[in-house]
């Protein structure tokens, strides 16, 4: 049957899809404010808002909203990105009536009781404290925080102890009249549903939402690329070497996707083979590629111990360089059929494809179809990749480490030593 889109009348995009072979149904509100969007003194408001969503509304209290889905076996959660927050759920069909009015009201009747707020704001604190004892949460915060020094995209989603210690109620109050508007909201279904009476429950509930937000655009993101080491008593390092990458409206977006799992997608990527099963030099080594509404960032990920970071780099660094010259169609070929079947598997899972028909409309103001997709990568050619990684990997790099690091080459040693690098350097000196 496809997608089904509708708009109601305050602008809130309502989307179904009907999946004949299950018998629950995957249901959310997505909005398009996330970390990115948050003031320079609201740092982890996104995500404490989030938390307290579940704290009590003027009409259930935090058990009630607990017990009211559980009591018919459903699901209930939420989730903070970079550029997006969710509310989802899981019921069975008959129980959708009840999913939908529980998230509408949390999204406009939510107390943020000063009470719960300062339990709350404790929680999130140990959840800060566990991420800071986590090397591997570290070294990606850090990437992050690197490759966009100084600019709210790059700082980590939980917020610092000192900001969310700081946040009131009214501040809370304050922070969703302004992110959240139903012109920068989706609400979207999948699974057992029909896509006529779900618009009408939304309706009924949240036809009247506010049209706007008042906050204004993020500023638009600038990758600076960088250093940043801290050196550990562990028994393994955690590195991580990346690049700029492409945001997700730009021509080479799928084209970056498809190079990360040639180069680290899985176990016959080049990454795994060369740097793991033919030399032995880390138990973890992994490429991804993570697309913004503006710009993007290409990373390789591992995990070594201390004895052999001076070797691991160097290979790392040869193989983003044979990359640029050389790309076989068979790799190519299996990249994508690993492409089209995780879109395939995801497609059967009814919360998988709620969220991917959310995100497409947030992103990109329609759903996009499997068909689509499929094109858009057959259209890609190992000239093209070759190409793209000569480009990718010619950009300033970033790198974070975490462990015993001591002997991670210099930032300089490894950055002069990437393909393309010093015409790269040359330009930007121009």
């Known amino acids: 049957m496809g997608v089904e889109v509708s708009r109601l009348s305050n602008g809130l995009t309502v989307a179904t899809e009907t999946l ?33 969503a579940f704290k009590g509304t003027a009409r ?61 704001q404790n929680v999130i604190l140990q959840e800060i404290g566990a991420a800071h004892d986590t090397p591997d949460d570290v070294v990606f915060d850090k990437f992050t925080e690197t490759a966009y020094r100084h600019q709210t995209i790059g700082r980590s989603i939980l917020g610092t102890p000192e900001t969310v210690r700081s946040f009131t109620s009214a501040q809370i109050h304050d922070y969703i009249e302004r992110q959240y508007g139903a012109e920068r909201m989706v609400v979207v279904a999948a699974g057992d549903i029909k896509h006529d009476a779900f618009v009408r429950e939304v309706e009924k509930r949240l036809g009247s939402f506010r049209e706007k937000a008042e906050s204004a655009v993020p500023n638009y993101a600038q990758y600076v690329g960088g250093d940043f080491r801290e050196n550990r008593d562990l028994m393994d390092a955690q590195i991580i070497l990346g690049f700029e990458g492409r945001a997700y409206h ?47 960032i290409f990373g390789v990920h591992s995990a070594t111990g201390q004895s052999d970071i001076s070797k691991l780099i160097p290979v790392i660094v040869d193989e983003l360089q044979k990359a640029g010259e050389s790309i076989g169609q068979d790799e190519l070929d299996r990249a994508r059929a690993q492409y089209r079947a995780g879109l395939i598997m995801s497609a059967e899972s009814c919360a998988s494809r709620a969220s991917q028909i959310a995100r497409q409309l947030l992103l990109f103001g329609r759903p996009i179809a499997k068909e689509e997709l499929m094109e858009r990568l057959s259209a890609l050619t190992v000239d093209r990749l070759s190409d793209l990684s000569s480009r990718l990997f010619s950009t300033i790099p970033t790198i974070a480490a975490v462990g015993p690091i001591g002997s991670l080459a210099p930032y300089e040693a490894i950055r002069d030593a990437l393909p393309g690098i010093e015409t790269s350097l040359r330009k930007r000196a121009v």
């Open 20 to 52: 004949p072979s299950m018998e629950s149904v995957a249901l959310g509100v997505w909005i398009k404010s996330g970390a990115r969007n948050e003031r320079d003194n609201e740092h982890g408001m996104a995500h404490l808002l989030e938390h307290m």
């Open 60 to 120: 259930r209290t935090a058990f009630q909203i607990a017990s009211d889905i559980e009591n018919v076996g459903g699901e209930i959660n939420a989730a903070t990105s970079v550029e997006t927050t969710a509310y989802y759920a899981r019921v069975l069909r008959d129980d959708v009536p009840l999913a939908v009015d529980i998230l509408s009201d949390i999204l406009t009747q939510s107390r943020f009781d000063p009470d719960e707020l300062e339990r709350e």
């Open 250 to 296: 730009v021509r080479d977006f799928y084209a970056s996707q498809v190079l990360s799992m040639i180069l680290g997608g899985g176990m016959s990527s080049r990454l795994f083979q060369e740097v793991r099963e033919k030399r032995g030099l880390c138990y973890s080594v992994y490429a991804f590629h993570w697309g913004f509404s503006d710009t993007g």
